[in-house]
Structure formats: structure tokens, C-alpha cells
């Protein structure tokens, strides 16, 4: 799956591009692979990842160590939750969590709608996740997640249930789609939604 991952990546990039957005955040931005495409942009003004894994990180400070030095960088990296309140993230342009709500207990998630929707509230957000029903393309058991990490993965309709009702008590507007090879049964690989803040 390293192809499809580097693939929805780039997509994402392009997709936040598209937007004319110049001050985003990486929410979930693990070793940070999306920031390294983000901050050798010159419209992305401000860059923040938040990364709960200290050891995920290291990883993106040792690969993005050049970026963050000097006085004024233009990215930062945060040790922390995007279920926490943080009241220093408010505002951005846009956001990314590129195959991050997964690795969310099922019990917080109400807690990341408020932090993110409710008090960050940036002007887009792009999200992807795993369509659970595409697993037995990639050989997977039932009921066998993609990563061990992973808390769960959704069906098409669940994830289209959950984030619809995200947007609607937000303020948002979304959009769902997918991501990478199509397959007319069980659909793409990746779900996307795309959400536009109404105010």
C-alpha cells in the first residue's frame, strides 16, 4: 500500500493547494510526509503538524530539521492531541488529516468534532480514512484492520453518516468521494471528505 499512500498524499497536497490556502494544519502529521510537501511550497505561509507520537515526531524533526530553524520559521511542530482544545490553532486557513481519525478510540471522537470543528474551525478540511470495504482487495481477513494501530475502519456509509452530521452541527459543508483504484463493488480504497466552513 506504500504506492497508494504516497499517491493520496500528493493528492491531498494538491487538493489544499487548490484552495489558495496559506495558513494550514497537519493534524495526525506522523513522520511528516505531508509537511515535507507543504513547506517547500512557498504559498503555504504558516505550516503547524500536531503529532500525539513523540516517536512520529522525532521523525518529522530530523527530516524537517532545516525548516525549523531561524527566527520566524514557517512550520512548527506540536507534541499533542487535535482531541484537545487549543486555542493557539484557531483560525487557519485549512486542514489536513490524511489517515489519522482511524487511530482514534471511538469513544473521542466526539471530543476531536468539538476540538476541531467546534473551536479550531479552519476555513477547509480535507480527511481521508480507510474504506473497510475494500480490505479483501488487499488480501485482508474479515474483520482484519491495515494497520495494528488502527482503532477502526469504516464502511462507505458509516463514514458518510459520520461526517455529514460533523458538517451539519458545525456549520460545514461536505463533500465524500474516494481515492485510488476503483473497484464497482466495493468502491476506492481511500475515503475522502472535504469539508467548507459556511461562515
Known amino acids: 500500500m506504500t504506492s497508494l499512500h504516497e499517491a493520496r498524499l500528493d493528492h491531498a497536497f494538491h ?10 494544519l497537519d493534524l495526525g502529521c506522523g513522520s511528516g510526509a505531508l509537511l ?23 521523525q518529522a ?55 476541531v470543528f467546534g473551536q479550531m474551525r479552519p476555513g477547509v478540511v480535507l480527511m481521508t480514512t480507510p474504506n473497510r470495504e475494500y480490505n479483501p482487495l488487499f488480501g485482508l481477513a474479515p474483520g482484519e484492520l491495515r494497520e495494528q494501530d488502527h482503532k477502526f475502519e469504516w464502511d462507505r456509509a458509516k463514514f458518510r453518516s459520520w461526517i455529514a452530521g460533523v458538517a451539519c452541527r458545525n456549520g460545514y459543508r461536505v463533500t465524500t468521494d ?22
Request: charged residues 30%; neutral net charge.
Open 61 to 115: 524533526r530530523n527530516m524537517l530539521s532545516g525548516y525549523l530553524e531561524g527566527r520566524s520559521p514557517r512550520l512548527r511542530l506540536i507534541r499533542g492531541s487535535y482531541a484537545d482544545p487549543q486555542r493557539s490553532l484557531t483560525g487557519f486557513d485549512a486542514a489536513a488529516m490524511v489517515e489519522t481519525i482511524e487511530h482514534v478510540k471511538p469513544g473521542a471522537l466526539s471530543s476531536v468534532e468539538r476540538a
Open 15 to 24: 487538493r489544499i493547494k487548490a484552495t489558495g490556502a496559506s495558513r494550514i
Open 36 to 58: 515535507y510537501r507543504l513547506v517547500r511550497d512557498e504559498q503555504f505561509e504558516d505550516i503547524v503538524g500536531v503529532e500525539a507520537s513523540g516517536r512520529s515526531l522525532l
Open 178 to 199: 474516494g481515492f485510488g483504484d476503483y473497484d464497482p463493488e466495493f468502491g476506492h480504497p481511500t475515503q475522502t471528505a472535504f469539508l467548507e466552513r459556511l461562515d
